[in-house]
């Protein structure tokens, strides 16, 4: 057990670069590490439906009593050997300040991005750690050169940050905004691509694509909207800030020309990590929010330059990433999507519930959205959590009106049959 963790440390030179993370920590938790490592043989398929496998993974996890949690997607929580790494990195760190910052910093921050950027499926030369998706996405959209009358291609379903710094950039650049919606249950990627294709014109420079959309959980196929807007011309920017970590993919197979992800939802980092990639040759057609004079147009380190940053959260992604390596992303993804599976299952034939996430595998991943016909999204919401003591987050939008349900690895089967007894109970009252 413990080669194949020292293995995937050392790929990344890890352990030298910080021995107080995850490593360090290992005796605590040798028993957990020793199973999972003892199921790496198994078929993916097998573990998505093993109760006994989740419970030993949800040890890992400090989650409240208070409630049942299924609204893990704003911040899905670290586990708890990487939480307790990063309180060594911090006292570490808290050790050396000025003689950190000065002297160790910049190697143990380019380790990480080496094993963050092999873990995305990118360059490290084409990637930057920053603190969450709307850093990154915003950036690349502020920093575009955009001109009078150039358009963007966008939909009612992408997250507010984005769609609110392109209305920014209409507003101060005269750029023109097309937004779009997008069905439900669409019946085949083809009409997918189809709604974004019909919105293209001469001026059309760019189009953001959201990988799994939050509100809805529909997983779109940005690699056949890549192909399709390419071959106009017109340059993607891809929100994979749920993607990350709940599907099994890499960046490189999306060919989108600019991406951005947030480490804190499902790859388990603490909160106020994420991730900004440029394609290569794009590089230096963006510019910096804040000012750079130390590298060239075409370097991805003139977006790094941030003033003094909690480094401490940064050192935390490597550990991060080993406890996720210790379940493996496939396996993440199987879970999370056969939990979506069994409750939503039990609940689609309710008269009165409704459904607004696709059932197709390929078509959805762990989130899922549930409206019932008698309620507003937020009385849903507050009476699951009132009376039933159950999380989730109301949506009610003009794209669609529901909950978010969202479970996480430690989500019991018996925690989402609680919730659809309460589903039930309520679309019938
Ligand atoms: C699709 C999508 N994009 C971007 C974001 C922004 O993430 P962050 O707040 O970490 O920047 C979210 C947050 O939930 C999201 O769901």
Not at 19 to 28: I, V
Not at 262 to 267: E, G
Not at 394 to 404: P, S, Y
Request: glycine share 4%.
């Amino acid at each position: 057990m413990e080669n194949s963790r020292r293995s995937f440390l050392h790929q990344f030179g890890a352990l030298s670069a910080s021995p107080f993370a995850l490593s360090a920590l290992a005796s605590e938790w040798n028993n957990l590490l020793a199973y999972l490592d003892s199921q790496r043989q198994r078929p993916t398929k097998d573990i998505a439906r093993d109760e006994v496998y989740w419970q030993e993974v949800a040890k890992a996890y400090r989650v409240s009593t208070d409630f049942i949690n299924l609204e893990n997607g704003y911040y899905s929580l670290a586990a708890w050997p990487v939480l307790k790494a990063q309180w060594q990195h911090i006292k570490e760190v808290n050790k050396k300040p000025s003689y950190y910052m000065r002297n160790q910093q910049w190697d143990d921050r380019h380790r990480i991005k080496q094993a963050l950027a092999d873990f995305a499926g990118c360059s490290v030369d084409e990637m930057v750690i920053c603190r969450n998706t709307t850093e990154a996405l915003d950036t690349v959209i502020l920093g575009l050169n955009l001109e009078p009358g150039d358009e963007a291609i966008m939909t009612n379903q992408d997250y507010g940050s984005m769609l609110a710094t392109f209305n920014q950039r209409a507003r101060r650049d005269n750029i023109v905004n097309r937004i779009i919606s997008l069905p439900l249950h669409p019946k085949n990627d083809q009409e997918i691509v189809d709604a974004y294709e019909q919105a293209i014109t001469s001026q059309t420079k760019v189009m953001l694509v959201t990988h799994l959309i939050n509100i809805t959980g529909q997983v779109l196929p940005v690699q056949k909207i890549c192909a399709m807007a390419h071959s106009y011309g017109v340059e993607v920017i891809c929100d994979s800030a749920h993607a990350l970590g709940q599907l099994d993919f890499k960046i490189q197979d999306l060919d989108c020309d600019y991406w951005g992800t947030s480490l804190h939802k499902w790859v388990g980092a603490p909160l106020g990590n994420g991730m900004l990639y440029i394609k290569k040759e794009k590089i230096s057609q963006v510019w910096p929010l804040l000012g750079d004079d130390t590298y060239s147009d075409d370097d991805i380190r003139k977006f790094e330059h941030h003033g003094t940053l909690p480094v401490t959260g940064q050192l935390s992604i490597l550990d991060a990433l080993e406890f996720q390596e210790s379940i493996g992303v496939p396996r993440k993804q199987a879970r999370l999507r056969y939990l979506k599976q069994y409750w939503t299952e039990k609940v689609k034939d309710t008269p009165g519930v409704i459904i607004n996430t696709p059932w197709e595998e390929e078509r959805s991943s762990g989130i899922a959205n549930v409206g019932v016909a008698n309620l507003k999204p937020h009385e849903l919401a507050d009476r699951l959590m009132n009376k039933y003591n159950i999380f989730t987050v109301a949506i009610d939008n003009e794209a669609l009106k529901g909950i978010r349900v969202t479970p996480h690895l430690y989500t019991s089967l018996n925690e989402l049959d609680k919730f659809v007894i309460a589903l039930k109970e309520l679309a019938s009252a």
